[in-house]
């Protein structure tokens, strides 16, 4: 791929940088009201996770602990396989602890209907996901996400942490890959 102006490769930016430090500050109170006096153990799925649980982490008052998980179910294209793959796994026992999945995107679902399962076996007190993004006519399963920022359009997006082939992490906004840049 040629450098070139990254906004030519960008059709519009459907959420601002911020609308999403809004949209997570009011977030991070409810999740502050509901876990009142409970220890959260929030799991971020790298990459993509990595700017939503910065800034989410960061509003929050309560303690927090934070761990990582890799997977993988897309390889370098713009569709999910299904296929889930443990890249790193996690440091912590969940064993009795209050986890929060902090991802990106549910776009089909089936990453994070896969790690649902796989953390339910680990024997945490409870599970709960907060999604900075999801897409309702993508959904291939349905997920109980209980603290959603943005429904948004079944279009590729890219920024805030979200790639195409490992770029555009670093754009503050989420904006709209043009289709030239991936077909
Ligand atoms: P699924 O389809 O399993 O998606 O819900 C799982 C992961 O795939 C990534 N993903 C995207 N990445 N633009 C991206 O840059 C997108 O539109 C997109 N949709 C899905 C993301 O990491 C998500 O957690
Ligand atoms: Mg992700």
Redesign the pocket.
């Known amino acids: 791929m040629e450098s070139s102006d990254i906004r030519d490769e960008l059709t519009d930016i459907l959420v601002t940088e911020t609308r999403i430090q809004d949209k997570l500050r009011e977030l991070a109170a409810r999740i502050d009201e509901d876990y009142e006096g409970k220890d959260v153990l929030l799991v971020g799925?790298l990459k993509?996770?990595v700017m939503v649980m910065a800034d989410l982490a960061r509003s929050l008052r309560n303690h927090v602990e934070m761990d990582w998980m890799a997977v993988s179910?897309?390889g370098a294209g713009?569709k999910?396989s299904?296929v889930v793959q443990i890249r790193k796994d996690l440091d912590s026992d969940l064993t009795g602890r209050h986890v929060l999945i902090v991802?990106?995107?549910?776009?089909?679902?089936?990453?994070?209907s896969w790690l649902l399962e796989n953390f339910a076996s680990r024997g945490a007190a409870s599970i709960e996901v907060c999604a900075l993004l999801r897409?309702p006519d993508?959904a291939?399963v349905e997920i109980d996400c209980k603290y959603v920022g943005f429904d948004i359009p079944n279009?590729?997006?890219?920024g805030y942490g979200?790639?195409?082939a490992e770029r555009?992490r670093n754009l503050r906004d989420v904006a709209v890959?043009a289709p030239h840049v991936y077909s």
């Open positions: 799925v993509g996770a179910s897309y713009t999910s299904g991802e990106d995107i549910i776009d089909s679902g089936l990453t994070l897409k993508a291939k279009e590729f997006v890219v979200l790639d195409f555009y890959l």
